[in-house]
């Protein structure tokens, strides 16, 4: 038969927001606070979630009352130096002991702010775990924050692929949210550097303003290398390699053909065979050359 062959290169992907952030605790420790803000608007910098900080503020307490007691014993010492009553020696060491304490303070201050999550940027909360009581912990998204417009879909697509694969083709998606619908989307961007444990390449493409896909939704991508329009195709099923079998009079003859596009159902065929051939499909594995065909139910 005669129609549009297509050579696709698949793959399966998820819809994600094209700027967004994950939120992680660095620490092992209890939540005693969360916004419950899932669904609405942040600014960068918003207070998101705390953590049980009192074992930290209480060895910050320790240390400032440490650092107390060394400046009171630092300013005793300078005005005995200043009296040549002690030495300069003694001096040195009473500012280092401070100085090294006052480091302490400001390291331990620095660690208190992991107890605060914080939005890493502007947008919405696109989605809240964990709980008030519960531990969180280290690198559990607790949350997502970005914007939900634009769209992409992250997809990735094995390492033979992907030479065939170039920034702006066209593609079409299929949703198990949307069984009935073909969507479309474009190649926009390509990792320079794939994954060589699992041999695929990340491959971005961009949705339209108007896309019915939800964010964290997965779909079958198919992205069009090339179209061929008006082509001979012959079943897919029918061929083995470049050959193929035809009925002439009645008898089974088999033929060599130049092969084009390949697709799941239907194969171009670029040479090898006329338009009013008629085919075996599947490829008859059992039948010699010569054998006698009939139609069945003939």
Do not use: H
């Not at 400046?71 to 020696?89: I, P």
């Not at 401070?98 to 660690?111: H, N």
């Not at 502007?122 to 989605?127: A, M, Q, T």
């Not at 035809?246 to 006329?274: F, K, P, Y």
């Amino acid at each position: 038969m005669r129609g549009d062959a297509a050579e696709i290169v698949y793959a399966t992907g998820v819809v994600e927001p094209r700027t967004w952030a994950k939120v992680t605790p660095l620490l092992r420790e209890r939540i005693v606070e969360l916004c419950n803000c899932e669904g609405e608007a942040v600014e960068k910098g918003a207070v998101l979630a705390r953590l049980d900080d009192r074992q930290a503020q209480a060895s910050l307490s320790e240390l400032r009352a440490r650092q107390r007691f060394l400046r009171a014993d630092y300013e005793r010492v300078a005005t005995l130096v200043e009296r040549r009553v002690a030495s300069e020696q003694a001096l040195d060491r009473a500012r280092s002991e401070l100085s090294q304490i006052e480091a302490l303070i400001a390291g331990q201050e620095t660690r208190l702010e992991t107890y605060v999550l914080r939005a890493p940027v502007s947008g919405v909360v696109l989605r809240q775990d964990g709980e008030v009581g519960e531990v969180a912990e280290p690198g559990t998204v607790l949350f997502w924050v970005g914007e939900p417009r634009p769209l992409l879909v992250e997809a990735d697509v094995n390492e033979e692929d992907i030479p065939r694969v170039a920034m702006g083709q066209r593609a079409v998606l299929k949703a198990d949210a949307f069984p009935d619908r073909i969507l479309e989307a474009r190649v926009d961007s390509i990792t320079p550097k794939g994954d060589p444990v699992a041999k695929t390449y990340r491959v971005r493409l961009a949705l339209p303003e108007d896309t019915p896909l939800l964010i964290g939704m997965t779909v079958e991508v198919n992205v069009i290398v090339q179209v061929s329009a008006n082509a001979l195709l012959v079943p897919t099923s029918a061929l083995r390699g470049a050959s193929l079998f035809v009925v002439e009079d009645g008898v089974a003859r088999r033929r060599d053909v130049t092969v084009g596009i390949r697709g799941a159902r239907n194969t171009q065929i670029l040479s090898g065979l006329d338009e009013t051939a008629r085919v075996l499909a599947p490829f008859p594995e059992d039948i010699a050359e010569g054998a006698a065909v009939r139609e069945r139910g003939g």
